[in-house]
């Protein structure tokens, strides 16, 4: 097949986690044959921090403006099987009428599912959502399953929509040995903290009481002046590169995820599958369908409050050690980019109409 995406960005995982998932899906795409083009414009805040990495297999196009690059996002929704837009693109609401006026199979993908009932709720405009609702297209993917696939259903009027979870490049994010650790417990907390949960409770409360261990904060976005114990390290922002060994360097890994993923439920988080996919083992405050990803107590752990983080701590480190292992073997089983590319072509060829059905 052919697929042209149109989506926030590939060149810069910098506080978005669109990146991660289409380098690995996309390149997972090529090596089983098909073909792809990415359009992302260009915008300061990725252009300044553009990632080291190979785009294996397909083509990167970054473009300064719609204008500019709509002669050649016409040809590429031409020739094309599939195009897909995703939530967040910044030319969201002409990408969509390009493509509903191709006659290709036409897929809405929304990488940012809770944000988009967040907004919705609050009565905003959302715009990534076209004013008429999702129902001209043929297929829309949510990162979020649950509830949320029956709220497109209903509210935005889609016809046919599936969950597309996160996932993890094992080749990017491979085994660490965490024995030689540089902190007991870490967290790569979401862009939106401090609205990611436990961080305060499960984290900052847990190294208040235990000033002799070392804890580390990582993420993009924490707030100047707050307060924080002195056993707490802030790396500030943590680069894609970097991020298979921010996890590494831990004995157990929290996984945060922003308050409003926990309230749709069924949305693993990009950091909760790359910590497993490196063998560190995971404490998580839970959310709903976390059982449906990983089995509590046996591939993750589950704290209700800081003083079960604080047993866990002290769990021996061959019990975390087996943790992690059974952790990541259930990735390489289940949530890898290659299993979610397949998942993608199926959904695709599954449609009853557009030229994806007939590849």
């Avoid at 401090?194 to 009481?209: C, F, T």
């Avoid at 289940?334 to 199926?346: D, G, I, K």
């Amino acid at each position: 097949m052919k697929l042209a995406v149109f989506g926030l960005s590939v060149t810069s995982g910098r506080g978005n986690a669109h990146a991660a998932f289409w380098r690995g899906v996309l390149g997972a795409l090529a090596g089983d044959g098909h073909e792809a083009v990415f359009f992302e414009r260009a915008t300061p805040y990725f252009s300044g921090h553009r990632d080291p990495v190979r785009h294996r297999g397909y083509e990167v196009i970054v473009y300064p403006s719609w204008s500019d690059v709509l002669p050649r996002a016409r040809r590429a929704v031409a020739q094309a099987d599939v195009a897909i837009v995703t939530s967040c693109q910044a030319d969201a609401a002409a990408a969509t009428e390009l493509v509903l006026d191709a006659g290709r199979t036409r897929v809405f993908f929304d990488l940012d599912a809770p944000e988009t009932f967040q907004r919705l709720d609050r009565g905003e405009l959302v715009s990534w959502i076209p004013p008429g609702g999702l129902g001209e297209l043929d297929l829309v993917l949510s990162v979020t399953g649950g509830a949320a696939i029956e709220r497109f259903r209903r509210e935005l009027g889609a016809r046919r929509v599936a969950p597309l979870f996160a996932c993890v490049d094992p080749d990017v994010f491979g085994r660490r040995d965490s024995a030689s650790s540089g902190c007991d417990l870490s967290c790569l907390a979401a862009p939106a903290y401090p609205g990611s949960s436990g961080v305060e409770e499960l984290l900052l409360d847990v190294a208040e009481r235990a000033p002799g261990r070392r804890f580390v904060l990582g993420g993009v976005a924490h707030p100047e002046g707050w307060p924080r114990p002195t056993n707490v390290a802030v790396v500030a922002d943590v680069a894609f590169a970097e991020r298979a060994d921010f996890y590494g360097a831990s004995r157990l890994t929290l996984d945060a995820s922003p308050s409003a993923a926990l309230d749709v439920g069924f949305c693993p988080s990009l950091a909760l599958f790359e910590a497993a996919a490196c063998n560190v083992p995971i404490v998580s405050a839970g959310w709903r369908g976390i059982e449906a990803f990983f089995t509590p107590a046996d591939e993750i752990l589950v704290a209700r409050d800081a003083d079960d983080v604080l047993a866990m701590l002290e769990l021996s480190p061959e019990c975390l050690r087996a943790l992690g292992r059974r952790a990541r073997e259930r990735v390489l089983a289940e949530h890898t980019s290659r299993h979610r590319a397949r998942e993608l072509v199926e959904l695709v060829r599954a449609m009853p109409t557009g030229r994806a059905s007939a590849a």
